[in-house]
């Protein structure tokens, strides 16, 4: 099932860097897809530092399972990656179709199962033919190339519309340091169960721990902050490897230049799974201020970013700001009418408990046909504030989702 | 905005009966439609006690707050009801208007203005021509019926398909009583913000404080149990005005028989309104047992019913039970995915965390192709249970939402 390209599209993929320490093979398995490879081979070399942010969900991929498991070592040496089939709920056979494919890779590329990190997104509760992927991966071993990565981002899609990548450079302690990324998704979980993942790769040498710390403070501002259906997927998966080849002195700590561009990274990729969401027309970006906290303003831009009658209601260019003010209301926090104030694309629509008087609604509309749409809430109570992206909702979602698995 | 007639719509209105001590009046006032009328005032004999439920949305309409206000008191002698303005977020403006309806109704009737209670429906935001209304009551006061409740579920409708009404009758200590309701709403919010109001009817004499009880726990397991598109309206009222008239020893008990009927008076009100859900081409009833207890239970099921994967996959009439997996896990209330069970139409699809082996998917289709689909689950952990009702997700859900306001 194919669908038409988003309209958010960004023109072209970024020119991917080398990122020295990293190489990347691709495959077509013919498991699910034809005619396209579905299959990611990548490796890394020694004294490869990684950390990951991995879904909530209670119901939980095998392969999440397993890189939490492996996780804590804090090394990495390859990823495998298939697409079409997320390997979830399938009870102990799931689990072993993991560790087959980490053993089948570790023999390929020389290393340890648990220095593999594995991930599959596609449909729930189908078995995965673990044997078949493992049949690759030796001779993607004698293909690994380091200038692969636009291969990399083609092979790991699955109902995405485009394929998504983002590059970075940021200097430490005077060594410039590469951070380049891909990922995939067009909904915290589209059709099929196709599944947000995002793999970040960098040159730069940065203990695990500070790696695991910068990771989850920058997801939870970027990959957390976007939903297009409030559907939390059984198999998001963010991992970041860093090879140490750029030769600067070692990043301990969770803060500084580094943390702020691999923040930036995750942030763009995160954009641009939103503007590939199922049926997106437009990108809406909610800016929350004025909240108790930070937290109590992120669950009310969540409310608004969620809300189906707020995304129809931009899909037909509606300044209906009801239904924001509705959505605001229903976040289940502490909110005072008559001190709220709603804005669409920093035109102010509703203030103090009520109408904007004699509200020219021209340039609001004009601001709604765009396909970069902000809604801007001011709640009046404190300093907590919160952004979050998500998509309109159309009818493309609905012929997306509509559709029968096969 | 007219659309088509739910397919899922009873083919006939119960026949209403007259409930002794309460009379109805409807009105054209032209404010939003045309050719149909949009004002009801119910005026109830002395002595009748009242209980109400409403909107848990902080951003309240006006309305909301006044019936919050007089509730205590116990008593009520009118209601007034408009369709196509909710009267919601018009600051010192909204709070006068439904004053001043409270007023015109009081001096029409003969009571107090504190005995008189607000329901508005439609656009928020907009300002409520509250002198309009006011100008009809005293002829409507003139022309108030006993058997005119057919006339008065038509009046109170916005975007419905259909008008809503149920009658039950139960002895209390040897003496009939009737309970009839009326009902409008097609989402928790639908378009234009039209919402879910219910009003229900008794001849019995009950105490108000027991007549609160029982409608808060009825509440709890019908209308509190129905989600169309997950947004919480911010005019929801569900009112019970009991003129005691029956001639029973009152009621003075928050359970008993008429508490049981009461409740299946609102389970039969709030499926209808699933009925009508925008859009909807199936009713979708979620079971859920085996939960830590029924509040968990009902957490999952609602995860469940709120999800427009699983929505779409009903539309889609697919057995996509992966889906349903997603929404246990994602619910936030512990689970254990090798404890859970699915079953759709009562076919058991998974199980202990996998798929049902050589499942015959025939049945199970078949089932999905029916108007009335049950999706049920088994957590396998304790004995709390939950049942909620919902619909599919489906083009005229975005149809009807994604249409400007005017």
């Known amino acids: ?43 890394f070399d020694p004294d490869t530092s990684v950390a990951g942010v991995f879904t909530q969900n209670a119901v939980c991929g095998h392969p999440v399972t397993w890189c939490r498991q492996i996780l804590p070592r804090g090394r990495a040496r390859a990823l495998v990656v298939n697409a079409g089939n997320a390997n979830v709920f399938r009870g102990a056979e799931g689990d072993a179709a993991v560790r087959r494919e980490a053993e089948a890779a570790a023999a390929a590329v020389g ?6 990190f594995v991930a599959s997104t596609g449909v729930i509760g189908q078995r995965l033919d673990a044997d078949r992927i493992a049949s690759h991966l030796p001779r993607l071993a004698g293909q690994l190339q380091p200038d692969a990565m636009v291969a990399a981002a083609h092979a790991i899609v699955t109902t995405d519309t485009f394929p998504k990548a983002a590059v970075k450079r940021v200097t430490v302690d005077g060594q410039e340091v590469t951070l380049a990324g891909i990922a995939k998704g067009s909904g915290m979980i589209a059709p099929n169960m196709a599944t947000m993942l995002a793999f970040l790769f960098t040159d730069a040498r940065v203990e695990a721990a500070a790696l695991q710390d910068m990771l989850q403070t920058a ?20 991992l970041c490897f860093a090879t140490g080849k ?19 990274l995750c942030i763009d990729l995160a954009i641009q799974v939103a503007k590939d969401g199922e049926g997106a027309q437009k990108l809406i970006t909610v800016s929350v201020s004025g909240g108790d ?12 970013a969620n809300s189906p009658l707020v995304k129809t209601a931009i899909a037909g260019e509606d300044a209906n700001w009801g ?17 709220l104030t ?46 979050v992206w998500t ?4 009818h493309g979602y609905i012929d997306i989702n509509g559709s029968y698995r096969s």
């Open 1 to 43: 099932m194919s669908h038409p390209i988003s309209p958010l599209a960004p023109e072209r993929l970024p020119d991917l860097p080398v990122v020295a320490g990293v190489r990347f093979a691709t495959a077509e398995t013919g498991m699910r897809y034809r005619d396209r490879p579905d299959l990611l081979l990548a490796a």
């Open 323 to 339: 239904r924001v003010a509705m959505a605001v209301g229903k976040a289940g926090v502490p909110v005072d009418p008559a001190a």
């Open 293 to 304: 906290d930070d937290r109590s303003a992120r669950t009310i831009a969540m409310s608004i």
């Open 342 to 387: 709603i804005a669409f694309g920093g035109i102010a629509v509703a203030r103090d408990g009520g109408a904007v008087a004699d509200l020219d609604e021209a340039p609001v509309t004009a601001h709604l046909k765009g396909r970069d749409v902000a809604i801007d809430v001011v709640v009046g109570r404190g300093s907590g504030k919160a952004r």
């Open 246 to 264: 750029a030769g600067n002195g070692p990043i301990t700590a969770g803060s500084g230049p580094f943390a702020r561009v691999l923040e930036e």
């Open 219 to 238: 997801a939870g501002r970027s990959f957390n902050c976007v939903t297009v259906d409030s559907d939390t997927s059984t198999s998001d998966t963010l």
């Open 111 to 116: 290393c340890e199962p648990q220095e593999v």
């Open 391 to 394: 998509c309109d909702l159309t």
